[in-house]
Nanobody
């Protein structure tokens, strides 16, 4: 079954760093736009960052700009999310998924998704002292 398998989450103190990994299984990451999402308890899912495959640009939500860096390894078929200066409001379950071009560039609004999108199960990030 084609999917992502996220890892790297955990408990971190405010101001700390985390690196999340998202290896793709069953498909070639290079052929897709890949986004990181997060969902906090009781809140809507939010797009955090996205890599556009066609022009190799990366886009970030305003809430994380300057603190988050998304990268990918074609060799390892893996996407990464490097997070620094973490805040309690960064707490949530982090997912990666393939997304369409329009959403990848804007990261605004709810992502409805398509039947052929690939998703992972998520990894929990908790920022707390």
């Amino acid at each position: 079954q084609a999917q992502f398998v996220e890892s790297g989450g955990g408990l971190v103190q405010p101001g700390g760093d985390l690196k999340l990994s998202c290896p793709a299984s069953g498909f070639n990451l290079a052929n897709y736009n890949v986004a990181w999402f997060r969902q906090a308890p009781g809140k809507a899912r939010e797009g955090v960052s996205c890599f556009v495959s066609s022009d190799s640009t990366t886009h970030y939500a305003d809430s994380v700009k300057g603190r988050v860096l998304m990268s990918r390894s074609i060799i390892k078929n893996t996407a990464y999310l490097h997070m620094s200066a973490l805040k309690p409001e960064d707490t949530g379950v982090y997912y990666c998924a393939t997304v369409d071009h329009a959403y990848c560039r804007s990261l605004r609004g709810e992502y409805i998704g398509a039947e052929n999108d690939y998703w992972g199960q998520g990894t929990q990030v908790t920022v707390s002292s």
